[in-house]
């Protein structure tokens, strides 16, 4: 605990794991200070949960070495395991017992007190509010109050160290939301680790993010750092009534835009944009810049003639940074006698960044193109 | 110890939770009893044979005529029913990913170990228990002699332990329940009849392969005779069987 307090709270060193002869984890550092919520950000199979894995002790590293509240995890696993909650990626209930059994036995093995158990685990289960279910049997809960109840056994014995697998994997939307505001509310009270290949998440919930990809670390930053390295794409979604090579033209011969490109092929109508991403990310809001980044690169206006037979027509129009074309984009539609049927500023996401980052041979020095 | 123990009472009720704790019992009474009636019948016919033919004397031994061949037949269907109970010990616990809960709490390997064991040596003594219900009709109608008989239970309590320690171990090391089932039986299999070959080999292997064997140290538990060196078998034996989970949980660890 001494230098726990120094350091921060989980400091990981330098950690690898190979399975074999396949390295999982090669060489990964950061640390997380006190009441801080860090986002693990990555691709499947990137390494996320054999880091956290590593942190919470169930298994060692084989290089490198990993303290979580000033106890090294390896040298002092028990100490640092009463000081851990950790949420797997799948919630580990037993199905035979009921969610108040459960918490009660994941209390007496985390070491809770027995004449404070019975409170603890109704207070963890008005907090998740799983209070509902306690007399049900695991084995028949919906995944989204399994999820919660994983949550409520990371939380039964108040540690000081939350790590999260994936918590808002197969919720709905409205339950990602309220988790999603159940871990913020916990923030400063706890130091949370949470993992997700879900963007927008980190970006709500988290203060600071490391992205890995391929077992490394390949950025590490605030989300809003991170989409600031984008500043120079400002992206205008711009829907007219007159299609065609002109309206292309019209647009791109306004100063301060780069480029314009057509939007099109999957012309985003507001509300089937979820539809689209039909995975989990569905329950994320319509989001523009999956259209974007799933976009043949820009067409410059030799793709217009297969624009005049659209109307109307959409286009993205691409900025230099810190100019406003708004205005202009307007006035030159409204002046030429057509109607702007839409105008909005497509914003750069996190989900950028990490495709970058992720595809990228040296993130650090590409420049944004 | 605390830990330990909350871990057993979870193993125990997760029996009782499931049909699984409720069919063993029944269906080890069912055989017990079925054996305890064939037993008795045959006992009582010889028993009548001798008084008939002038025997006389003190009649019959009990003790020896009738339990000792229960005893010995029950050692067989402890073989039979074991798997049933510790194949699943580990084996669900890595299908369903609350390994995950055991591994990251503040409790160590050997108390995760010990607390599946006696669980699990709680529901076989549960089984036992239910047996001595047909020992209690046994002094009704006839008049045996108890310490034999409390041996007798020991040895199989103690047998059980080996078969119990034996599945745990293989259990640890599949996530499949019906491969460790499978396994434990063939296992325990082995080391019943492993004897057999000693009995047309030279008296060296014959020496060893019955001292290996797991049912021939009963006998004498079985005949009532408490042998310090056949408990001290059966002792080490359930250490090793613990060792080697140890290991196996470990092992499971470093390769991930």
Known sequence: MMDGTEQGVIEVQ?????????????????????????????????????????????????????????????????EAKRRTGYLPETPPLYPDMTVREYLDFVGKIKGVPPRERKARVQTVMERTRVADMADRHCSKLSKGYRQRVGLAQALIHNPEVLILDEPTAGLDPKQIIETRDLIRGLAGDHTIVLSTHILPEVAQTCQRVVIINKGRVVAVDTPDNLTARLKGAATMYVQVDAGGADAAAALAAIPGVKRVASADGRAPQPGDASFASGNERASEPADPDRQNAGQPATLPSHASSEMSRLSPAAFEVESEPDVDVRRELARAVVNRGWGLL??????????????????????EEAPRA | MR????????????????????????????????????????????????????????????????????????????????????????????????????????????????????????????????????????????????????????????MGGCFLSTGLFISSLTKNQIVAGFLTFATFLMLWIVNWIGESSSPTTRAVVSYLSITEHFDDFARGIIDTKHALYYLSFITFGLFLTAKSVDSERWRG
């Open chain 1, 14 to 78: 330098h950690i690898s794991k190979n399975y074999g002869r396949v390295t999982a984890v090669d060489d990964v550092s950061f640390r997380v200070e006190r009441g801080e919520i860090l986002g693990f950000l990555g691709p499947n199979g990137a390494g996320k949960t054999t880091t956290m894995r590593i942190l919470t002790g169930y298994m060692p590293p084989t290089e490198g070495r990993a303290v979580v509240a000033g106890f090294d995890v390896f040298d002092k696993p028990l």
């Open chain 1, 342 to 363: 839409e105008l909005r500023p497509v914003r750069m996401s996190l989900e950028d960044v990490f495709l970058q980052v992720t595809t990228e041979e040296h993130p």
């Open chain 2, 3 to 158: 830990n330990m123990l909350a871990i057993a009472d979870k193993e125990l009720r997760s029996y009782f939770a499931s049909p699984i704790g409720y069919i063993m019992i029944g269906l080890f009474s069912l055989l017990f009893g079925w054996f305890f009636y064939v037993y008795l019948m045959a006992f009582n016919q010889q028993s009548q044979q001798m008084m008939q033919f002038g025997g006389g004397g003190g009649g019959a031994n009990i003790n020896q005529m009738m339990i000792r061949g229960l005893f010995q037949n029950t050692a067989v269907i402890i073989l039979f029913v074991m798997p049933m109970i510790t194949m699943r010990t580990y084996s669900e616990e890595k299908r369903s990913g609350t390994i995950e809960l055991l591994l990251t709490s503040p409790v160590t390997d050997l108390q995760i170990i010990l607390g599946k064991f006696f669980g699990a040596l709680a529901l076989y003594a549960a089984m036992l228990l239910v047996t001595m219900i047909y020992m209690a009709m046994l002094f009704k109608i006839s008049n045996p002699e108890w310490r034999p008989i409390a041996a007798g239970y020991l040895g199989l309590l103690l």
